[in-house]
C-alpha cells in the first residue's frame, strides 16, 4: 500500500520535531498505523535554515503549495500566528485534506467555523499538540471519560508561568528576573504577555471546557487574570501556610452554568497537582463515574509535542477508509448536541481568598478589617502577621473561607480604602481541588 502523505506547514520547533519523530520511530509507527507516514514538504521563510536541518523533504517557502498539493493526505499546521493559519486551514479542508494543528489560539478563536467546515468535507481536524504538549489529555477526556458527566478540571498548562512560580518559591527570586530566564530557555511564547498574562491558558482553557461539558469554543468568556502581580512574598506566604501557588485553569459545571478562569491560585501542598513544578503541565479532571485522575506530562518542547502532533496523524491513518461520521467528534460531542450553556460572570464564583494587606501597626485596625469582612459575610480562617525588622507598616495576611466573590470585590474596596491601609490589597484566590 502507498505511504501516507504529510506537508508541514512551518519547520520550527514542532515541526522539526514532528519529523524527526516520524523518522526515528517510522517502523514502529507503521505497525501502529497499518500504513508506513512520510513527511513530503515543509513550507518555511527560511529554507537556507531549513535546508541545514537535513531532513530529506521538500522545502518551499509558499504555504499555499502544500495545502493545493494533491499527493498530500494530511496537513500539520505548525506555524503559529492567525490569520495565515485560519486561510490555510481552511482551504485545506476544502481540497478534502485531515488537518493537525498545534495552534492553540487558532483552535481556541476560530474552531467552531473550522470544525463546520470540515464536518461538511468530512475530514478530520485533530488538536492535541494545542493543549499541555504531549500530554494526550484530549484524548483522554474525548475519549478515555467519555462514560462520565465531566464535574471540573483545573489544570496547569502554562510551562512558562509554572517555571516562573517554581523558582520564586524555591529560590526566592524575583517575577521578572525568571522571566528573562523562560525566554532564554526558549519556554515562552513569541509575546510572553501571552504566558504571564493567561492568555496561553485561556485558550487552552476555553478548548478543555468545550471538549469536558459539550459546549461551543468560547474564548472571550474566559475570566483571565495573570500572574505578574504575584510577588515573592505571597509565595513564601502561601509556603508559610501549607500551599502552593499555581496558575491554574480552572472549568467547572454546576446548576447555574458554567465557569472558566484562569488565575493564581493557591493549593493546599498536599494535592498532586500542587507539586507540579518547573515547566511541567498536569491536568485534574473530577468525572462523576471514576472520580479524580491526573494527566501530567512535558506542557511544550520539541519532541514532546510532536508526539501529540504525530499521534493526531496516527489516528487519522487508521480512520482513512472509515466513514467521516464513524469517527470521534471534534469537540468530544456530537456536533448537533452542543450546549449552549450559561457562562457565569466572575462575580458568580464561589471561592476562599487569600489577602495580603500592609497596614499601619496601631491599634483597631484588625478591628476595622474585620468588620468590614464581617459585614460582606467573609469569614476568616486564619491569620498571620508579620512586621519585618525596620518598617513601619506589619503586613497582614488573610485565609478566608468561600464566599461569593461580588461579597469580597466589596470587602477589598472598603478595606483598601481605609486611611490604616497603606497599599493595595493583593488577593488571590484559593482552591481545596478536593
Ligand atoms: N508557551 C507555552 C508554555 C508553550 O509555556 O506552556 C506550550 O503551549
Not at 6 to 26: F, M, P
Not at 322 to 333: I, K, Q, T
Amino acid at each position: 500500500m502507498n505511504s501516507v502523505k504529510v506537508g508541514l506547514l512551518g519547520l520550527g520547533t514542532v515541526g522539526q520535531g514532528t519529523a524527526r519523530v516520524l523518522s526515528d520511530n517510522a517502523s514502529e509507527i507503521a505497525r501502529r498505523a497499518g500504513r508506513h507516514i512520510q513527511v513530503v514538504s515543509a513550507a518555511v521563510r527560511d529554507v537556507e535554515k531549513a535546508e541545514a536541518q537535513g531532513f530529506n523533504i521538500t522545502i518551499l517557502t509558499d504555504p499555499q503549495a502544500i495545502v493545493d498539493d494533491p499527493e498530500i493526505d494530511i496537513v500539520c499546521e505548525l506555524m503559529g500566528g492567525i490569520d495565515l493559519p485560519l486561510s490555510l486551514v481552511l482551504r485545506a479542508i476544502d481540497n478534502g485534506k485531515h488537518v493537525i494543528t498545534a495552534n492553540k489560539a487558532l483552535i481556541a478563536l476560530h474552531g467552531n467555523q473550522i470544525f463546520a467546515a470540515a464536518a461538511k468535507k468530512g475530514v478530520t481536524v485533530a488538536f492535541e499538540p494545542a493543549v499541555a504538549g504531549g500530554i494526550p489529555v484530549i484524548k483522554a477526556i474525548r475519549e478515555g471519560l467519555a462514560a462520565n458527566n465531566i464535574q471540573w478540571l483545573a489544570g496547569i498548562i502554562n510551562g512558562t508561568g509554572n517555571f516562573i512560580l517554581t523558582e520564586m518559591r524555591n529560590h526566592g527570586r524575583d517575577f521578572e528576573d525568571v522571566l528573562a530566564d523562560a525566554q532564554a530557555l526558549g519556554y515562552a511564547e513569541a509575546d510572553p504577555t501571552f504566558d504571564v498574562e493567561g492568555i496561553d491558558a485561556a485558550h487552552k482553557l476555553s478548548i478543555l471546557a468545550s471538549i469536558a461539558f459539550g459546549i461551543p469554543l468560547q474564548f472571550d468568556a474566559v475570566y483571565t487574570e495573570g500572574i505578574s502581580e504575584i510577588t515573592s512574598k505571597d509565595v513564601a506566604y502561601a509556603d508559610e501556610l501549607g500551599y502552593s501557588v499555581k496558575h491554574l485553569g480552572i472549568a467547572r459545571k454546576s446548576e447555574e452554568g458554567v465557569q472558566m478562569r484562569v488565575h493564581p491560585t493557591l493549593i493546599p501542598k498536599s494535592r498532586l497537582i500542587a507539586n507540579v513544578d518547573g515547566v511541567m503541565n498536569a491536568v485534574l479532571v473530577q468525572s462523576d463515574a471514576v472520580g479524580p485522575t491526573l494527566y501530567y506530562g512535558a506542557g511544550a518542547g520539541s519532541d514532546a509535542t510532536a508526539s501529540a502532533v504525530v499521534a493526531d496523524v496516527i489516528d487519522v491513518v487508521r480512520l482513512l477508509s472509515a466513514a467521516p461520521e464513524n469517527s470521534v467528534p471534534y469537540l468530544a460531542f456530537q456536533p448537533n448536541e452542543l450546549r449552549d450553556l450559561t457562562v457565569l460572570p466572575p462575580e458568580k464564583i464561589v471561592s476562599a481568598y487569600y489577602l495580603r494587606l500592609q497596614a499601619e501597626d496601631k491599634p483597631g485596625v484588625m478591628a476595622d478589617v474585620t468588620r468590614i469582612l464581617a459585614d460582606q459575610g467573609v469569614s476568616l480562617k486564619s491569620i498571620l502577621q508579620k512586621k519585618p525588622e525596620g518598617e513601619e507598616t506589619a503586613e497582614v495576611i488573610l485565609l478566608t473561607h468561600r464566599v461569593e466573590e461580588s461579597s469580597m470585590n466589596a470587602a477589598i474596596d472598603q478595606i483598601g480604602a481605609l486611611a490604616t491601609i497603606t497599599d493595595k490589597v493583593q488577593r488571590i484566590r484559593v482552591e481545596a481541588l478536593d
